[in-house]
């Protein structure tokens, strides 16, 4: 072997072993997220907290270190009846929750009370303070009552 193949050599098991402990230290990040989210969760602690996925890096991982350690699966094969049914019991059924409805009035009041349209309630009641003022002196023009 020359030197070059030993340098070469040398540099792929270096690449290996670099390799081995990222996956290592990835493993126990990944544990201690795993229990951080279980303990906020049985303290009924921050929903925020409970709302942030436990895994962030799963489009990183080896699909068979996927399939095997994080998902616990079969990609081919798929759950059997019985971990479907645990899993279902355990996470609940996948499908979205619904978005919040604003209710209608609110969704009314919203647009009568903007910017634009609180400035023509506010020349509206000005233009009916302004027809009470002059029928307070006689006889009052109606301009300000049709304009109001």
């Not at 126990?28 to 709302?51: C, F, I, L, P």
């Not at 962030?56 to 080896?62: K, N």
């Not at 996948?94 to 647009?111: G, Q, V």
Request: charged share 30%; hydrophobic share 35%; aromatic share 8%.
């Amino acid at each position: 072997m020359t030197g070059k193949d030993k340098s070469k050599q040398d540099g792929i098991e270096i690449m290996v072993k670099e390799g081995i402990s990222k996956l290592e230290a990835h493993k126990e990040v990944d544990e201690t997220k795993r229990t951080e989210a279980k303990s906020v969760a049985a303290a009924g602690g921050d929903s925020d907290k409970k709302k942030k996925s436990i895994y962030d890096d799963e489009h990183t991982i080896p699909l068979e270190q996927l399939e095997e350690e994080i998902l616990k699966t079969d990609f081919n094969a798929g759950l059997t009846k019985s971990e479907a049914g645990e899993r279902l019991e355990k996470f609940g059924p996948n499908s979205l929750t619904p978005p919040h409805k604003t209710p209608e009035w609110i969704k009314f009041l919203k647009t009568m009370f903007t910017g634009f349209a609180l400035l023509l309630w506010v020349a509206a009641i000005l233009c009916f303070i302004a027809y009470g003022i002059d029928s307070s002196k006689g006889d009052p023009s109606p301009d300000n009552l049709y304009v109001g």
